[in-house]
């Protein structure tokens, strides 16, 4: 399994339907997944733009995983957001190994243009606020999460075109 993350607007979404047409590899997008729930309190706090708790997140994750045993490779989108989610996805086994992390890198500025741009509801400025600060709040806490069990962890420059930031990732898993 490989993990992508990176800030909303970072292009993770955009990245990972380009290598699933590939044709080898899956993806799964957690927020995707959870934005599908009809209702529910993670719905609504999602449109706020807060982190979901780990008990609501991760029997979700393990049970789709475990769904998408076959090949082609999955490419988790969207999780982890926390230390706990971090620590789980790497010492699970329960599910697919985390052969390598690929984390697409944006300022700020760049990743709230496109999400301006791509107008999803949950997109408003002060959900975005909320994800920006909790991605910078958390994101070096999963990193060394990763880093400290031996886990290959790849930035990948995200503020380029599509174009080149795919080229980018193609070369890394190659």
Known sequence: MIIILGMAGAGKSTQCKKLELTGSYQWF???????DIEDGVEKAEMAQG????????????????????????????GCPRTVGQAEWLAAADDTPKVRRVLHLVVN????????????????TEDAMRRRFAGYH??????????????????????????????QNIMEVLS
Do not use: C, W, Y
């Open 29 to 35: 997008s957690v927020g995707q997944h959870l934005r």
């Open 50 to 77: 807060k982190v979901l708790d780990d008990t609501i997140v991760t029997p979700i994750v393990r049970s789709e995983l475990n769904r998408r045993l076959d090949d082609p490779e999955i490419l988790l989108d």
């Open 108 to 123: 700020d500025a760049t990743a709230m243009g496109r999400l301006q741009r791509r107008k999803r509801e949950d997109d």
């Open 137 to 166: 709040r958390d994101i070096a806490l999963v990193l060394a999460e990763f880093e400290k069990r031996s886990i290959v962890i790849t930035e990948v420059d995200a503020s380029q075109s599509e174009e080149v930031v795919f």
